[in-house]
């Protein structure tokens, strides 16, 4: 499998933002961990991934979720190591039909595709480039500093919250919405 890009924006774009060379290893660390909070958040890893193999239990029904999307190519679907063709997909929304009706219970899918997207959407690459900008600025300092009988407390700053940009992002590309319930 050739895995997504590590990033899923420009350590360029964030290095302009914070005038910091684009390979200080802290910039890259804020962007690495931004794009595993967006990835993590969407449920999928959202750039371009080819050639990818993945293992799904049959469900017993007509669909089956596969864990990423756009699918670009299905290259080979097999149920139990027998090959299966005629298999449907609906591409945006990462789905795929069986042939006969529905996928037998208790069988292993080997799904061996293409999925994601090249160029990684301008509104994803932003929110990322903003999450790595406050990350990077997040000083995870003293948080409470104790002498004597005198205790002073300063405010936790590791924790970073998201923006209403994030979040309609995340909201447009995640998938399998069903166990929000």
């Known amino acids: 499998m050739?895995?997504?890009e590590p990033y899923l924006a420009e350590p360029a774009d964030l290095a302009a933002l914070l005038k910091k060379p684009a390979d200080d290893p802290q910039l890259l660390a804020a962007l690495r961990a931004a794009t595993r909070r967006f990835r993590g958040q969407v449920r999928h890893p959202v750039s371009l991934?080819?050639?990818?193999?993945t293992f799904l239990d049959g469900t017993g029904k007509a669909v089956l979720q596969l864990p990423a999307a756009p699918v670009l190519a299905v290259h080979a679907v097999e149920v139990d190591g027998v090959p299966l063709t005629g298999v449907?997909?609906?591409?945006q929304a990462g789905l795929l039909l069986h042939p006969d009706g529905c996928w037998p219970e208790w069988s292993e899918v080997t799904v061996n595709w293409d999925h994601g997207l090249d160029p990684v959407p301008e509104d994803v690459a932003e929110v990322v480039v903003?999450?790595?900008r406050v990350i990077y600025r997040t000083d995870p300092a003293i948080q409470q500093v104790t002498t004597g009988t005198e205790s002073v407390s300063f405010a936790a700053t590791a924790a970073v919250g998201i923006t209403e940009q994030w979040r309609a992002a995340v909201e447009a590309y995640r998938l399998n919405r069903g166990d929000d319930a």
């Open 130 to 132: 903003d999450q790595a």
């Open 49 to 53: 991934v080819t050639d990818d193999t």
């Open 88 to 91: 449907k997909v609906r591409r």
């Open 2 to 4: 050739a895995g997504p």
